[in-house]
């Protein structure tokens, strides 16, 4: 038996799998985000631990018998938060999470030293973490001088379940402190934000024992001796390990909280100035590009929250039958935007609203705005070297149809609608427990999903959402300096 546990922005999940890779059970535990101020988001590294053993605890509760045979359990967690600890190993503040954007200032500056894209092959983006440790060294200095290490969210998890301080490639790739081709810490890159290799966990690969799991929590979930806790990855490494995207000319789209296309490399090819991020993959010898915007489904919860009508009704009372775009355009910049504009600052529109504007045409506006958002990142995967033929989808955005034929219309590729089941972070991460603890070899145990259908793009509209993708794209400038 096998755990993935998967820290996100609003919860954890615990899932559990046999040795054939077969679900025998799955849990949840909320999580909620502390906003004090306008472009700040936190959470408290407590919350977190509370949430995961609560959703252990409800597995082992629910199949007792199966977890005394667990062997090993795999991390996945939300990507660049900056997580301070002290001596004691204790939190010095709350976690400073991906999406907040206070330290794009100090971002900008670490950005226009030229070593920093050159060593770590990525812009360094306001939601990265080293610029946000520049933030706090500025303007928390009594808690910077306290801070004897520095985890990512998921390793903070680690710690608590192992003792142990270790991250991984995949998710160090994001804190604009790896030398990503080299797979190590960059004791340049450290230097001039302010940081020592010291602060920093050891680093492992995604598909390495990190630690054991400590006793205490191996008797309270029933469990026997010895499970060992396997290095993971960032989410969407993991999410790719889920979807067995780990190899050269395979790519997936993420329809979650953030959106993601993904595509994995047998090699490093970082090309900062596009925006696209050149990460390090979860397991040894790969890597992977991906372009991100920061508010995909969160765009359709705002539009849901507005209406006061739950997100998937919205999107179900559009049907299946793709139509024509309308003229209401939204630019979904709600909490700015990384992939291809680096723009913390820039907030969301909707635009061309009359008064036959109603919810449907809301809807429509905005599933059409993320699927625009995410051509803008297949033109940048394209200025970075990167060409997709097709790309399987993923997230609770992926439940609708008619979000997936209209992103295969923009996006002019077949997008694939994988068969009922788990192929997420959480599944991921215990596919890199079972790694881990047998010595097994990724490319078998992380095979692609059976495809249920694909949703072809729509030809006979192909000309008129090109003309709307136009719309969409000259209003970032006209926006961008409001």
């Not at 993991?238 to 909280?257: D, H, K, N, P, Y």
């Not at 309308?326 to 935007?337: C, I, N, Q, S, W």
């Not at 045409?361 to 958002?373: D, I, K, P, Q, S």
Request: aromatic share 6%; with cysteine.
């Amino acid at each position: 038996m096998y755990i993935g546990i998967d820290l996100g922005t609003s919860g954890v999940k615990a899932l559990l799998i046999d040795a054939d890779q077969q679900i025998i059970g799955s849990t949840d535990a909320a999580l909620s985000v502390s906003r004090p101020h306008s472009g700040w988001s936190e959470q408290s590294p407590a919350d977190w631990v509370d949430a995961a053993d609560r959703a252990v605890s409800t597995l082992s509760s629910k199949h007792p018998a199966h977890m005394q045979g667990v062997r090993g359990i795999g991390l996945s967690g939300q990507m660049h938060g900056a997580t301070l600890l002290g001596s004691d190993d204790k939190p010095l503040r709350p976690c400073i999470l991906w999406n907040d954007t206070r330290s794009h200032a100090e971002a900008a500056e670490l950005d226009a030293d030229p070593e920093f894209r050159e060593l770590s092959g990525n812009i360094v983006f306001p939601g990265f973490t080293a610029p946000k440790l520049v933030w706090v060294a500025r303007n928390e200095p009594e808690k910077f001088e306290r801070t004897a290490k520095v985890v990512l969210p998921k390793d903070y998890l680690r710690l608590w379940l192992t003792g142990e301080h270790v991250s991984e490639m995949s998710d160090a790739a994001g804190t604009s402190w790896l030398d990503t081709g080299g797979r190590r810490w960059s004791q340049t890159l450290l230097d001039k934000s302010g940081m020592s290799l010291g602060q920093m966990p050891r680093l492992i690969e995604g598909s390495e024992i990190s630690g054991n799991l400590r006793g205490e929590l191996s008797s309270k979930w029933g469990m026997g001796e010895s499970v060992v806790v396997a290095g993971g990855a960032g989410d969407n490494a993991a999410s790719a390990i889920g979807m067995g995207v780990l190899r050269e000319g395979q790519a997936f789209v993420s329809l979650g909280t953030s959106g993601v296309l993904f595509a994995a490399n047998d090699g490093f090819r970082p090309r900062p100035e596009s925006a696209v991020h050149a990460f390090c993959h979860a397991v040894p010898d790969t890597w992977h590009q991906m372009g991100v915007i920061l508010s995909a489904t969160d765009s359709l919860q705002w539009l849901a929250g507005i209406t006061g009508r739950d997100a998937s009704q919205l999107t179900g009372e559009l049907g299946e039958e793709l139509v024509a775009p309308g003229g209401t355009v939204f630019l979904p910049y709600l909490a700015g935007e990384r992939t291809p504009h680096n723009d913390a600052s820039v907030r969301g529109a909707m635009m061309g609203i009359s008064h036959a504007t109603g919810t449907v045409e809301l809807t429509r506006a905005v599933l059409e705005g993320v699927a625009f958002a995410l051509k803008d990142n297949l033109i940048a995967l394209g200025k970075a070297g990167k060409r997709l033929d097709r790309v399987t989808a993923i997230g609770g955005g992926s439940r609708s149809a008619y979000w997936l034929k209209l992103i295969a219309t923009v996006l002019g590729i077949p997008v694939d609608e994988p068969q009922a089941g788990e192929v997420g972070a959480a599944f991921g991460a215990a596919r890199l427990g079972l790694i881990a603890a047998e010595g097994a070899d990724p490319g078998e145990v992380a095979m692609p999903p059976v495809t249920a259908r694909t949703h072809e793009p729509v030809s006979e509209l192909a000309d008129a959402f090109d003309a709307a993708y136009e719309r969409f794209r000259n209003l970032y400038p006209a926006i961008s300096d409001v």
